[in-house]
């Protein structure tokens, strides 16, 4: 992982938790919703990243997924960036009571001005418990080159037509 971790709390504790000057805010029952902020931000930070870190119990009955929802809003409230979607523990195919622990990191995104910005985390299971959560934003992220991936994946392309083709004649040379 790329950057340097700008700001991280534990926003599966308690209730208006004091982290340096930012407080952490909870509310509805259920799912965690938290308000975090404010938290000064600026474009030499650019791109920022933002990830959750969750430890939860799987149940007999329910899936192995946590949804979240994350927004920044800028000082005057008005929501800037949104991401949500699940954090899945992937499929063994057994049902059996287990503790897990994911990290999902989410898309790189940029602030165009220094300023005071708010992050609302959104986290919740429908069954099962979630033991500990975790929100973290990291600075200066690499956002993915598609040159240098270009770079690797033709090689590896190249390499595969050359072995199917000279698979290929190999068979026909066979044949005859």
Same mark, same amino acid.
Request: a positive charge; proline letters at 3%.
């Given at each position: /992982?790329?950057?340097?971790?700008?700001?991280?709390?534990?926003?599966?504790?308690?209730?208006?938790?004091?982290?340096?000057?930012?407080?952490?805010?909870?509310?509805?029952?259920?799912?965690?919703? =938290?308000? %975090?902020?404010? %938290?000064?931000?600026?474009?030499?930070?650019?791109?920022?990243?933002?990830?959750?870190?969750?430890?939860?119990?799987?149940? /007999?009955?329910?899936?192995?997924?946590?949804?979240?929802?994350?927004? /920044?809003?800028?000082?005057?409230?008005?929501?800037?960036?949104?991401?949500?979607?699940?954090?899945?523990?992937?499929?063994?195919?057994?049902?059996?009571?287990?503790?897990?622990?994911?990290?999902?990191?989410?898309?790189?995104?940029?602030?165009?001005?220094?300023?005071?910005?708010?992050?609302?985390?959104?986290?919740?299971?429908?069954?099962?418990?979630?033991?500990?959560?975790?929100?973290?934003?990291?600075?200066?992220?690499?956002? =993915?080159?598609?040159?240098?991936?270009?770079?690797?994946? =033709?090689?590896?392309? %190249?390499?595969?037509?050359?072995?199917?083709?000279?698979?290929?004649?190999?068979?026909?040379?066979?044949? %005859?």
């Amino acid at each position: /992982m790329s950057g340097a971790k700008l700001y991280e709390f534990d926003i599966a504790g308690g209730r208006g938790m004091t982290v340096g000057n930012i407080r952490v805010y909870e509310s509805a029952v259920g799912h965690k919703k =938290l308000r %975090i902020g404010p %938290i000064e931000l600026d474009p030499s930070m650019n791109p920022l990243r933002a990830g959750l870190e969750l430890w939860y119990g799987t149940s /007999m009955i329910g899936s192995t997924q946590a949804e979240f929802r994350i927004s /920044m809003m800028n000082d005057r409230g008005v929501e800037i960036w949104e991401e949500h979607g699940f954090i899945t523990k992937g499929s063994s195919g057994k049902r059996k009571v287990k503790d897990v622990h994911k990290t999902r990191l989410l898309p790189a995104f940029k602030v165009e001005k220094e300023g005071n910005y708010f992050f609302l985390c959104e986290i919740g299971r429908r069954h099962g418990t979630i033991y500990k959560a975790k929100f973290f934003l990291k600075r200066n992220v690499s956002e =993915l080159n598609f040159i240098n991936l270009g770079i690797f994946l =033709l090689p590896l392309v %190249i390499g595969i037509i050359l072995i199917y083709t000279s698979n290929k004649r190999k068979r026909t040379n066979e044949k %005859i």
